[in-house]
């Protein structure tokens, strides 16, 4: 049982908004290739237009980065739980800087596909890493909120790049315009990194590490400014209420087959990683948002067009990102994410057969066209108020805290590998298939949304360490919150489910 108080204050905000520089570094770099892909100078310098493996390569541009991702993916969780969730992204910011500069440097459409790869390690090592680092610091009230900052600004790197990419479309300077749209890429690790010898370590990760004392003072820092009866009483809990579990589940075999092996519930917990980003990735979501400008002249718009209209998307996807926060809490996990699907879906069916009927016809119906348009961005309102958060607040939710980096492992794994098909796919596709393309995303969002809604565990307003007993593993639950305070005398009162009361 949770205290019904408020439990954050600004000094927790301040360290979401503080980790959340990393994701910011990836927004940026995953995005920028979408911006790239419509500059006229990119695709002419690199000789990607009007050559015979034209398509292919600009396929190799865009999935590299996900290739890379894979391997980001397997380090990222090996880093996060070796050296740290703090020290993994540091790490990971310095390799998106380097790669950054060598991609705004690149001569050869091959030198820049090697910085795609080291960028997409960098990115996944975000991805793995700076989720279970907030999962494992914000209260569990406020988590799917606190933990939606993730993607707000993440998704702000996606928006920046969209309205550079326009602004130096219109530049006309002696240097190529997509060379300082990739430079800039270099920007938000440098800030992440001036900001975060500031930020606490996750208090979970210390305590794993044997490291019981900084985390009680970190516990103690982040309850520190609540206004609550007894709130520092909430840091013993909170402190009280990991120690135990973690050293229930200290011997945990955290490999893969150990994992499997283990029981039902933590393979229960290895298919939800699997499925869960499939279906987000099968959605469509990065084929959109990586070939904006490609979809639009497939609408027949003009080159300006396709980067204005690359903007908007992205604009809407942010503003549906902010007000994502102020809705996840609100309602329970399945039917939230279900809805956001189902939006998906519809906009979906809507924009293939436009495309059928409309512009692959070559008719010049501009309100038919101009509907195509609208529904790529209801689709961005939908993905992004009910999909982009939850797909990293589910995995963190859903992993003990040894197995915390292993659930993100996988998901980001199935990710990557996923987005490589899609997005390597995609060019070649669009280009013979046209419409068809999109009905795979719309079998997958149309029986996901289905299976979310049925079938996915609601972990909303539950402690990290209360969760397991969705998954069956109730007797792996080491003490509950509501037996840590007496409610009456806001004193620790501990009731051991063995000992009985301490």
Request: charge should be neutral; hydrophobic fraction near 50%; glycine fraction near 10%.
């Amino acid at each position: 049982m949770h205290s019904s108080h408020r439990q954050f204050g600004w000094y927790n905000l301040l360290v979401v908004l503080g980790i959340s520089l990393s994701s910011l570094s990836f927004g940026y770099s995953a995005a920028v290739i979408g911006t790239i892909t419509g500059q006229p100078t990119f695709l002419e310098y690199f000789k990607l237009t009007g050559t015979s493996n034209g398509d292919e390569l600009l396929g190799a541009c865009v999935c590299m980065y996900y290739v890379g991702g894979f391997f980001g993916s397997i380090y990222g969780a090996w880093a996060s739980d070796y050296w740290g969730r703090k020290n993994s992204q540091i790490q990971a910011a310095i390799i998106v800087a380097v790669s950054g500069a060598l991609q705004a440097g690149s001569v050869h459409v091959a030198m820049f596909i090697v910085g795609r790869f080291l960028c997409g390690i960098a990115g996944y090592m975000v991805l793995t890493g700076t989720p279970a680092w907030m999962a494992e610091l914000v209260p569990p009230r406020q988590r799917g909120q606190l933990m939606d900052t993730h993607t707000v600004v993440l998704i702000a790197g996606y928006f920046a790049t969209a309205w550079v990419g326009y602004g130096f479309y219109f530049y006309s300077g002696s240097v190529p315009a997509f060379r300082p749209i990739l430079a800039i890429q270099c920007a938000p690790p440098v800030f992440f990194l001036a900001v975060v010898s500031f930020l606490p370590e996750s208090p979970r990760w210390l305590i794993l590490r044997n490291q019981g004392d900084a985390a009680h003072r970190i516990l103690r820092q982040l309850h520190s400014t609540e206004a609550a009866p007894g709130s520092l009483s909430l840091a013993e809990i909170e402190y009280q209420q990991i120690t135990r579990q973690i050293e229930l589940e200290r011997g945990l075999d955290t490999s893969f087959l150990g994992m499997w092996r283990s029981g039902w519930p933590n393979r229960k917990r290895i298919i939800f990683a699997v499925v869960w980003p499939f279906m987000t990735v099968g959605s469509g979501i990065l084929v959109i948002a990586n070939y904006g400008p490609l979809l639009y002249s497939s609408l027949g718009y003009g080159s300006a067009k396709q980067l204005l209209f690359n903007g908007i998307w992205m604009s809407v996807t942010w503003f549906a990102n902010i007000c994502a926060p102020f809705l996840i809490d609100r309602f329970p996990r399945p039917g939230y994410a279900a809805t956001g699907l189902a939006g998906c879906f519809a906009t979906l069916v809507a924009e293939a057969a436009i495309i059928k009927n409309i512009a692959a016809t070559g008719s010049d119906n501009r309100a038919g066209l101009e509907a195509g348009v609208a529904m790529f961005f209801i689709y961005a309102w939908f993905y992004g108020s009910c999909l982009d958060g939850m797909l990293f607040v589910w995995i963190g939710e859903a992993f003990p805290t040894p197995l915390r980096s292993n659930g993100y492992l996988i998901a980001m794994v199935t990710h990557a590998l996923a987005n490589t098909a899609w997005l390597g796919a995609a060019p070649t596709a669009f280009a013979t298939v046209g419409w068809q393309y999109y009905l795979p995303f719309i079998i997958i969002s149309g029986l996901a949304m289905i299976i979310v809604f049925f079938f996915f565990p609601n972990t909303r307003h539950l402690a990290l360490e209360e969760i397991g007993a969705i998954f069956g593993d109730a007797d792996h639950v080491a003490v509950y919150q509501q037996d840590i305070l007496d409610e009456g005398t806001h004193e620790l009162h501990i009731v051991s489910k063995d000992k009985g009361d301490e």
